[in-house]
């Protein structure tokens, strides 16, 4: 058993402090990929427009694209995630909330045919655990 000092005390509070931010930054990092690989497809727009935010929700959306111009391109966060604050991830295209109730409502659907959003929603709580567990082990 390690003698417990305040270097090794310090050492601990880094190396948590190191593991609940990678843990965070997976969380969204996935959530943020499920949710835009789960929406349904007409031109990607919608899948396009999940956004992550610090403190606040980020307001943009990806722009208009034609029917046959369907991809979708994930905004990646272009700051440090880290374990403090606040984090949203929403999707701000007016139709966004019709389309996440109701899956059937854009286009075709996309790779989680069904109830994608309530499934993610529902599965959140699992995926964090996930999260934190797989760098939390890691602590010594």
Do not use: C
Not at 20 to 31: F, K, Q, S
Not at 37 to 61: E, I, Q
Not at 86 to 92: A, D, F, R
């Amino acid at each position: 058993m390690k003698k417990l000092t305040r270097a090794n005390l310090e050492k601990l509070r880094r190396d948590l402090g190191d593991a609940m931010d990678e843990g965070t930054a997976r969380l969204l990092v996935n959530t943020q990929s499920k949710l835009s690989a789960s929406s349904p497809v007409d031109t990607g727009r919608l899948a396009s427009s999940w956004m992550v935010g610090h403190n606040s929700m980020d307001t943009s959306v990806a722009s208009e694209r034609a029917k046959d111009e369907s991809r979708v391109e994930i905004k990646r966060y272009d700051g440090e995630i880290t374990f403090d604050g606040e984090w949203h991830i929403s999707n701000n295209l007016p139709y966004a909330q019709r389309a996440a109730n109701d899956p059937g409502y854009v286009g075709k659907v996309g790779g989680g045919a069904g109830d994608w959003y309530s499934s993610i929603e529902n599965n959140l709580a699992r995926d964090a655990k996930r999260s934190f567990d797989s760098f939390l082990k890691k602590v010594k």
